[in-house]
């Protein structure tokens, strides 16, 4: 089997994984937002945000947290069930004027128009089953639909991790582990895909019982 093909049928196979772990475990993260959202929402409303774009919202506990901080929210995640929860719960809570949702392949250019957003937020979906390629693509796809100065605040798995390793190897530094493939970012990735913005801040946390490391990445397009 081919690198593209490999390719395709991870992405295939992680789409139903995901389908499946959202039907079967609705709400699985729960309701409280994750520290990047958190952080991202102070963020984006210090620089005067007013509209985010979510790339992997899941079922939405972070979108969610940015419409009661007063953002408008556009929701994009490849699986339609956790945004169906999302837009569930938005309407639940009075928020759904402030929260649409799209189901996005961000393999594909995005379906928003060109600097349409003031901020982009995408906690652990650039380290999902993605190539460097295709990682490269959604940057040049997050700067296309972000207004000048506009802030982009992502998250990743990194090679510290104690997952990176472990596991089903694809290549290019993706591992699958449990049912669920991450791409592990080496610090140069994240140089690389600064280039051209100001690169604000690499923070280092870890998140869970593992615990899994990370990097909270911020940032910004020129004006």
Same mark, same amino acid.
């Given at each position: ?97 402030? /929260?649409?949702?799209? &189901?996005?392949? $961000? +393999?594909?250019? !995005? ?5 349409? @957003?003031?901020? =982009? ?13 295709? /990682?490269?693509?959604? &940057?040049?796809? $997050? +700067?296309?639909? !972000? ?5 982009? @605040?992502?998250? =990743? ?67």
């Amino acid at each position: 089997m081919s690198a593209e093909e490999d390719g395709r049928r991870l992405a295939r196979s992680q789409r139903e994984h995901w389908e499946r772990t959202y039907g079967a475990h609705p709400g699985m993260y729960g309701d409280r937002p994750s520290a990047p959202a958190v952080y991202a929402a102070g963020t984006f409303l210090d620089a005067g945000a007013r509209d985010v774009l979510e790339l992997g919202a899941g079922h939405g506990r972070d979108a969610l947290h940015f419409a009661r901080s007063g953002l408008t929210v556009r929701a994009a995640d490849f699986s339609p069930v956790g945004l169906e929860q999302l837009r569930e719960r938005a309407a639940a809570e009075g928020l759904g004027a402030r /929260v649409t949702t799209t &189901v996005v392949d $961000v +393999r594909e250019p !995005l379906p928003f128009a060109d600097a349409s @957003v003031d901020a =982009v937020f995408a906690h652990m979906l650039l380290c999902m089953a993605l190539s460097t390629e295709d /990682v490269h693509a959604l &940057v040049a796809e $997050v +700067r296309r639909v !972000l207004r000048p100065g506009g802030t982009f @605040v992502y998250t =990743v798995r990194h090679t510290g991790d104690a997952h990176y390793g472990a596991g089903t190897g694809h290549g290019d530094d993706i591992w699958e582990h449990g049912g669920f493939a991450v791409h592990f970012f080496p610090r140069e990735l994240v140089d690389a895909l600064a280039d051209g913005w100001a690169l604000d801040e690499v923070h280092a946390f870890e998140e869970g019982d593992l615990p899994r490391r990370l990097w909270r990445v911020t940032q910004t397009l020129p004006r």
